[in-house]
C-alpha cells in the first residue's frame, strides 16, 4: 500500500520512471484465471493527474482540474486540486488531457489477408462451388461466421504506433469477404488478449470485395450486390424455420449477430449510395465507411440519412516537373488533392453524422497531421474530437465505458501539451486502461544551450535546442564551419555522434550541475578505436525553443469549386430545364407531317409544347434555328458507357442488375452527348445464356445514377446466343451448356424451374390466415423472380445473336413458353428469317457495316438494316462502343448508300425506332407535341458528315452547347493550371514517384470488371 498521501512528480527523469513503475504495476484484477510465476503485485493503481486543462468530453472543458483513477477506471474529474489520500500525484501543469480516439475501422491484430493468384475464369476450368470445408455458405465471400476476437493477437509494435496518433481502441476487422463477421473491440495496450478485448463483437461487417474467395461467382460489383441480397433474403427464410432442413453456420452467424451495428465498406460516395439502396430494400441501417470524397455529391450522401466513417487519407501532391506526364493527370484527380481536405468540414455542414477513422492502414503515420488539416479546412474542433470520441463510442453501443472522461469509465485518455488539433502539439502520453504509455518523451529544459566541447584533440561549441519533442544540436568548428551532430537523451545519458572531417564521433555520458550549469561528460570512441574521455561544459542556457513548434496553419486559400460531375467538363451548378423557343429551324419530326421547314418549337416543362410558325414566349431562351436541323435526340438501344462492370460469370446472371453499377462520372457520357444522343439501354454483355438486368437511362450529365434511369420505363434483360456463352475459347471449361443443344435446353430449365418457383409460392398465398400462421413462407428466390417477370410478360428480352439458327431456337423456346421476344441485337443475320421475325414479333438491332470481326460474324452485310426494315421489322442501328455511339448519325446516313433507304428513314433507325424497341415511343423519338422535350439542334444536314450537335437538349435542359464546350475547354485548361502551379514546388514532391492517372477502360460485350 501507498502510506504517503500525496507524491507530487514534477522532475521531468522522475515523471518518466513513474511511468515505468505504473506500466510495471498490474492490476490486482488482472487475469485472476492465470498461472502466476513471479511475486505477487497486488498494489491498487491509484494516480491523480493535477493542475492540467482536462476536456472531458468534446463540449466540455475543465481548467485548472485534476483526474482521479484507480485501477484502470476514472473515479471523477473535478476543478480544484485537492489530492485524495492514498494517491499518486502527477502535476500536469500546461498539459491537456483529451479522450483517447477510438477507431471504428481497422485491421489492428488480425490475420493478413493473403489474396490467391489471378485467375481468368473465361480461359481456365470454373469454380462453381465453395472449397469452405464444413457446413458454411454455398458461396466462399459469405464469412459471417468470423469473429474477429477469436483471432485476435497483440501486436506491440503496430500498438505503439496507433497510441503516438492518439488511439487508444480499435474495432478490429479481418476484410475478407462480402460478409466478413463481426469485430472486436480492443484497447491497444501492451498486455494479454484477455486484458485488452473491451467488447468481442461490436459490428457485423459487409463489403463490395469477394476477397480471398476463389468461387467464379461473383466476379462483377452488380453480382456482388446480387449475392449479398439473396444472402439477405436467405436469411431471413432460413431463421424462420423450426426445423432447418440443412445446416448453414454462415447464416447462424448473421441471424445471431442480428442485432450488432452493421457497418459496410464502400470505397466512395457512388458504392455508399449503393450500399444505402441495399440497406433500404431490408429495412435496416448500415454505417458505411466512405471513401473520403463524399464532398464530390454531397446531397446525395446527405438524402442518404446514414451515418458515415471516413478516412482522411488525402492525396499527396503529384511531381509536375515532368510536362509530359502532368498531362497525363486528369483534371479530376488535381481537383481531389486540393478539395479531399475540405471532405470532413463538408459533411459537418451539412449535418451528416459521421465518424473519422485512420484507414488505411499506410496513412496511421499521417494520421494527426491530416486531423489538424481537416480543422484547418473548416472541420470545427468539437466535431473532429466528437468523431474520434463519442460517436465511434455511441455507434459501436461502448458509451458507457468509453468516449468521455466520466466517473465509471475506461482511464484511457491522452496527455498533450497544447491544443490537440494545431499544428505542432504533441501528444506526450496515452493511457490505456490506466496504464500510461509514454508517446514522446519531454525533454529537459536544463540540457538546452550553448556548451564548449572537448573530445581528443577536437573542441568546438556544441548547440543544443529543443524542436518538438526532440532534441537538435550542431558543432561550431574553430574554422566556423558547422557540423550536425545526432544527440538524444537515453533515460537521463547523454548520447552524440558526429562526423568532422572524415573521422566519427560515438560519445556517452552523464550529467551533473556545476553553479547551476549543466555539464555533460563521459567516455566515447573516435572511428571505433580506443575509448576518448570528453567534456562538453554548459556557457549560456536556453538557446533555440523549447516544447512545440506551434505552426500558425492558414487553412486553405483559393479552393476550386466542386463539379457535377466531378470531372472536366462538370459544372459548379447542376444543369437545369428551362424555356427554350427554337426558330426558323429545318424539323425532322419523325411522324406523318414528315420534315417541316422554317418552323418554331418551343419547349416548356421539360415537354415539346407547340410546334408552329411565329411562336412567342415569355422568358424563355431563344435560340435562332436558321439553316439548322432540330432532330429527335438519338437513342443507343446496346450500350456498356456508364457502367462499373459489364459481365457476371453466372450462366444465369438474371438476378444482377445494371442499374446498380450505373456510373454516372463517365465521360462517355459527355461525349455521347457530343453525338447528339440522349439517352441509351446499358446492358449486360455476352459472357452468359441469361445475362442481367438492363437500365435505360437519359444522358443528364451532372445528375446521380438515379437520376440517369428513365423512371416509369419497362424492364429489359440481356440475353446471348454464340460463341461466348458456350465458352468456345476454352478448353478446360466444365460450364454447362458447351452447345447449342445445351444452350436451348439451359433456357427451358430456367423457365421452368420459375414455373416450379411460383406454383410454390401460389400454394402458400391460397392458404388461410390461421394456416399461414404456422406455415413458413417459400424461399425468395431473386432469379426466379427475374424469370416469373419474363414469362409473364412483365420484363422484356435483348438477346445478343449473330446466326439465324440460334435465333431460330430461341424463338421457338419464347413461344413454347406463351412469350414474344423483344429485340435480337446484332442479329447479324437477321435478313436471312427477316419473314420469320415479323411472324413472332421481335425486333432487330444491328450494326451499320460491322462484319467479319469474328468467326460466327462472318455472314454479315450492310445491307441487314434494310432489309429486316422492308420485312417489317422494327430495325434500329446500334453501337455497341463508345467510340461509335458518338456518330450514330453516321451510321445512319450508311443506309441510304445500303439499301436505298430515305434519309427519313434511316434518322428513324437511331431514333424513333430504337425508342420503339425499349417500348420508350410514347415519349421519345419523335417531335410531336406532348412528347418529352429532348432533341438536338444540328448545324446542318443531321446525316452528313460535315454537321455536329450545336445543343443536345433533354427534358428542356441544354446539356451540351457547341459553344459552352469551346468556354469549358479554356476554363478546365485554366483551372488545371492553377492546380498545377500550387502543386509546383511543394515540400515533399521532389521525393515522390512520377504518378499519373489511372486510366479509365472502354467496356464492350465481352468486357470483365475482375475482383482479384
Not at 463538408?346 to 499521417?366: C, D, G, K, R
Not at 490506466?434 to 538546452?448: H, N, Q, W
Not at 564521433?505 to 549543466?518: C, D, I, P
Not at 470481326?853 to 421489322?873: C, F, H, L, Q, S
Amino acid at each position: 500500500m501507498i502510506k504517503s498521501p500525496t507524491m507530487k512528480m514534477k522532475k521531468t527523469f522522475g515523471y518518466l520512471f513513474f511511468l515505468g513503475i505504473m506500466l510495471s504495476m498490474g492490476s490486482s484484477l488482472a487475469q485472476e484465471t492465470f498461472p502466476k510465476n513471479d511475486v505477487l503485485d497486488a498494489r491498487p493503481d491509484r494516480v491523480v493527474l493535477t493542475h492540467a486543462t482536462i476536456i472531458t468530453a468534446p463540449t466540455q472543458v475543465l481548467e485548472n482540474a485534476m483526474l482521479v483513477i484507480q485501477d484502470g477506471k476514472v473515479v471523477s474529474v473535478q476543478t480544484g486540486n485537492q489530492v485524495p489520500k492514498g494517491y499518486l500525484e502527477i502535476d500536469l501543469s500546461g498539459r491537456y488531457i483529451y479522450p483517447s480516439f477510438i477507431d471504428m475501422f481497422g485491421e489492428y491484430g488480425q490475420p493478413e489477408v493473403k489474396r490467391p493468384p489471378f485467375r481468368n475464369p473465361v480461359l481456365s476450368r470454373e469454380q462453381i462451388q465453395s472449397n469452405t470445408k464444413g457446413p458454411y455458405n454455398a458461396n466462399e465471400a459469405i464469412k459471417s461466421q468470423y469473429n474477429s476476437s477469436e483471432n485476435f493477437t497483440v501486436d506491440k509494435k503496430l500498438a505503439s504506433k496507433w497510441r503516438a496518433q492518439g488511439f487508444g481502441a480499435v474495432a478490429t476487422i479481418r476484410r475478407d469477404g462480402i460478409a466478413r463477421g463481426t469485430a472486436a473491440l480492443v484497447a491497444l495496450g501492451e498486455d494479454t488478449e484477455n486484458n485488452l478485448v473491451i467488447n468481442s463483437k461490436v459490428a457485423d461487417h459487409y463489403s463490395f470485395d469477394k476477397g480471398t474467395s476463389t468461387q467464379d461467382y461473383p466476379i462483377s460489383p452488380m453480382g456482388t450486390i446480387a449475392l449479398l441480397r439473396q444472402t439477405f433474403y436467405d436469411a431471413k427464410w432460413y431463421g424462420a424455420q423450426t426445423d432447418s432442413p440443412f445446416s448453414d453456420l454462415s447464416l447462424d452467424a448473421m441471424l445471431a449477430n442480428g442485432n450488432l451495428p452493421k457497418i459496410m465498406e464502400a470505397d466512395g460516395w457512388l458504392t455508399a449510395l449503393r450500399a444505402d439502396k441495399i440497406a433500404d430494400e431490408f429495412g435496416f441501417e448500415f454505417i458505411i465507411k466512405g471513401g473520403g470524397d463524399e464532398y464530390q455529391r454531397i446531397m446525395e450522401v446527405k438524402d442518404m440519412k446514414a451515418p458515415m466513417i471516413i478516412p482522411i487519407d488525402f492525396p499527396k501532391a503529384y511531381d509536375v516537373s515532368d510536362p509530359y506526364s502532368t498531362k497525363k493527370i486528369t483534371l479530376a484527380d488535381l481537383k481531389h488533392w486540393e478539395l479531399a481536405p475540405t471532405n470532413p468540414a463538408s459533411l459537418e455542414h451539412n449535418s451528416i453524422p459521421f465518424a473519422i477513422t485512420s484507414f488505411p492502414p499506410e496513412n496511421l503515420p499521417e494520421f494527426l497531421k491530416n486531423l489538424r488539416k481537416s480543422v484547418a479546412y473548416g472541420l470545427s474542433k468539437t466535431a473532429a474530437l466528437s468523431s474520434l470520441t463519442t460517436v465511434p463510442a455511441k455507434w459501436l453501443g461502448v458509451d458507457q465505458d468509453l468516449g468521455t472522461l466520466e466517473a465509471g469509465k475506461m482511464a484511457n485518455f491522452i496527455v498533450t501539451d497544447g491544443d490537440l488539433f494545431e499544428p505542432g502539439t504533441q501528444i506526450m502520453d496515452n493511457w490505456i486502461e490506466g496504464k500510461p504509455y509514454m508517446v514522446s518523451a519531454p525533454i529537459s529544459e536544463s540540457i538546452l544551450g550553448e556548451y564548449d566541447l572537448s573530445v581528443g584533440g577536437l573542441k568546438a561549441v556544441l548547440s543544443i535546442i529543443g524542436k518538438g519533442p526532440k532534441y537538435q544540436a550542431e558543432l561550431t568548428l574553430t574554422d566556423g564551419s558547422k557540423e550536425k551532430v545526432e544527440f538524444k537523451m537515453d533515460g537521463d545519458l547523454p548520447v552524440l555522434k558526429f562526423t568532422v572531417k572524415g573521422s566519427q564521433y560515438n560519445l556517452k555520458g552523464w550529467t551533473k550541475q556545476e553553479k547551476g550549469m549543466t555539464v555533460l561528460n563521459g567516455t566515447g570512441t573516435l572511428n571505433f578505436g580506443e575509448d576518448q574521455p570528453w567534456t562538453a561544459r554548459m556557457k549560456e542556457k536556453g538557446r533555440g525553443t523549447l516544447g512545440a513548434q506551434k505552426i500558425q496553419d492558414k487553412g486553405p486559400v483559393d479552393l476550386g469549386e466542386v463539379f457535377y460531375p466531378f470531372l472536366a467538363f462538370g459544372s459548379p451548378e447542376k444543369i437545369a430545364s428551362r424555356s427554350i423557343l427554337i426558330t426558323d429551324v429545318t424539323v425532322w419530326t419523325n411522324e406523318d407531317e414528315g420534315i417541316l421547314m422554317d418552323t418554331d418549337v418551343l419547349l416548356e416543362n421539360g415537354k415539346i409544347a407547340k410546334i408552329g410558325t411565329d411562336l412567342s414566349a415569355k422568358d424563355a431562351l431563344v435560340l435562332d434555328g436558321t439553316g439548322k436541323h432540330l432532330t429527335p435526340g438519338i437513342i443507343d438501344e446496346h450500350s456498356h458507357i456508364a457502367l462499373g462492370g459489364i459481365n457476371e460469370m453466372a450462366p444465369n446472371s438474371g438476378m444482377v442488375r445494371m442499374q446498380d453499377v450505373i456510373d454516372p462520372d463517365d465521360p462517355g457520357i459527355y461525349r455521347a452527348l457530343a453525338g447528339g444522343v440522349v439517352a441509351a439501354q446499358l446492358l449486360h454483355g455476352s459472357s452468359d445464356p441469361i445475362g442481367g438486368q438492363s437500365a435505360l437511362v437519359k444522358f443528364k450529365w451532372g445528375e446521380d445514377a438515379k437520376g440517369l434511369l428513365i423512371q416509369g420505363a419497362d424492364p429489359f434483360i440481356k440475353f446471348a446466343l454464340g460463341e461466348n456463352v458456350k465458352r468456345s475459347k476454352n478448353n478446360v471449361s466444365i460450364r454447362f451448356p458447351r452447345s447449342l443443344m445445351g444452350v436451348e435446353q439451359f433456357y427451358t430449365n430456367a423457365f421452368t424451374e420459375a414455373l416450379d418457383y411460383k406454383k410454390e409460392w401460389d400454394a402458400y398465398r391460397s392458404l388461410g390466415t390461421k394456416e399461414k400462421r404456422t406455415a413458413v413462407e417459400p424461399r425468395k428466390n431473386i432469379l426466379h423472380e427475374t424469370m416469373l417477370e419474363i414469362l409473364e410478360k412483365k420484363r422484356f428480352i435483348t438477346a445478343h445473336s449473330y446466326q439465324d439458327k440460334e435465333m431460330l431456337m430461341l424463338m421457338e423456346v419464347a413461344e413454347r413458353f406463351g412469350f414474344a421476344l423483344n429485340t435480337f441485337t446484332h442479329a447479324l443475320e437477321g435478313y436471312r428469317i427477316a419473314d420469320r421475325m415479323k411472324e413472332h414479333g421481335v425486333g432487330g438491332s444491328t450494326f451499320s457495316d460491322r462484319w467479319n470481326y469474328k468467326w460466327e460474324a462472318r455472314n454479315g452485310t450492310p445491307y441487314n438494316a434494310p432489309i429486316m426494315d422492308r420485312e417489317g421489322v422494327v430495325t434500329a442501328l446500334n453501337s455497341d462502343s463508345g467510340e461509335t455511339m458518338r456518330h450514330l448519325n453516321h451510321e445512319a446516313a450508311k443506309m441510304v448508300r445500303y439499301g436505298g433507304l430515305t434519309p427519313e428513314e434511316a434518322l428513324k433507325m437511331v431514333t424513333l425506332n430504337p425508342a420503339r424497341l425499349l417500348h420508350l415511343d410514347d415519349t421519345m423519338g419523335s417531335i410531336k407535341v406532348g412528347k418529352s422535350a429532348d432533341v438536338v439542334l444540328w448545324t446542318g444536314d443531321p446525316l452528313s458528315l460535315y454537321s455536329k450537335p450545336e445543343k443536345t437538349i433533354i427534358e428542356g435542359a441544354i446539356y451540351f452547347d457547341l459553344a459552352k464546350d469551346a468556354q469549358l475547354r479554356r476554363e478546365n485548361s485554366k483551372e488545371r493550371a492553377r492546380l498545377l502551379k500550387k502543386m509546383e514546388g511543394l515540400e515533399g514532391t521532389e521525393n515522390v514517384s512520377t504518378r499519373i492517372s489511372l486510366e479509365r477502360l472502354e467496356f464492350h460485350c465481352e468486357s470483365l470488371e475482375m475482383q482479384y
